[in-house]
């Protein structure tokens, strides 16, 4: 199936998006793709981002994998997506300048999280870590994590507030 939709970035991006509806497979049968195991913990992730109020869906085309991801956003900021193959993990940018100092100072974040966000390598002046989620404990932690980012796309700063000011409508 080729892929139409918004692009994001420059017309020479290799990733494509159907945030703006093109054709795509679904989300359901994109993650039927995975492993059992895989599926489930993607799915713990995918039930509590679309919980969260004002959080959108998509997938995302990415040519030189030639796969599609299950993609989130806050409005148009990419919050993750979901990857899976040897594991299941969620990827999220991280603006390295405005972003990454007060996410380092979070209470909310698990130190082992942060410590894969210190160690990401910066690309433009943004940071992909990847997190493998293993269990429901990975599950919520990275929940936590995107929920942290939120806040600061959403002009919070969580080293003042809860993740409770994000996550109840």
């Not at 991006?13 to 895989?38: F, H, N, R, Y």
């Not at 713990?44 to 299950?70: K, M, T």
């Not at 007060?102 to 894969?116: G, K, M, P, T, W």
């Amino acid at each position: 199936m080729r892929p139409k939709g918004h692009i994001h970035g420059m017309a020479a991006s290799p990733v494509q998006s159907t945030l703006d509806g093109g054709d795509a497979p679904t989300v359901e049968a994109v993650l039927a793709e995975a492993e059992p195991a895989q599926r489930e913990l993607l799915a713990g992730v995918r039930r509590s981002l679309r919980e969260l109020p004002d959080v959108s869906e998509g997938l995302v085309y990415d040519r030189q994998s030639r796969i599609w991801a299950p993609t989130f956003y806050l409005g148009l900021e990419e919050l993750c997506h979901l990857r899976w193959g040897r594991n299941a993990a969620v990827t999220v940018p991280i603006r390295s300048r405005s972003e990454l100092p007060v996410l380092l100072q979070a209470r909310e974040v698990r130190d082992d999280l942060l410590a894969i966000v210190e160690v990401a390598r910066d690309y433009g002046g943004v940071r992909w870590p990847s997190f493998v989620v293993r269990d429901g404990e990975d599950v919520a932690a990275v929940v936590d994590l995107i929920g942290v980012r939120a806040q600061l796309l959403r002009g919070i700063d969580p080293r003042n507030a809860t993740l409770d000011q994000w996550t109840r409508p």
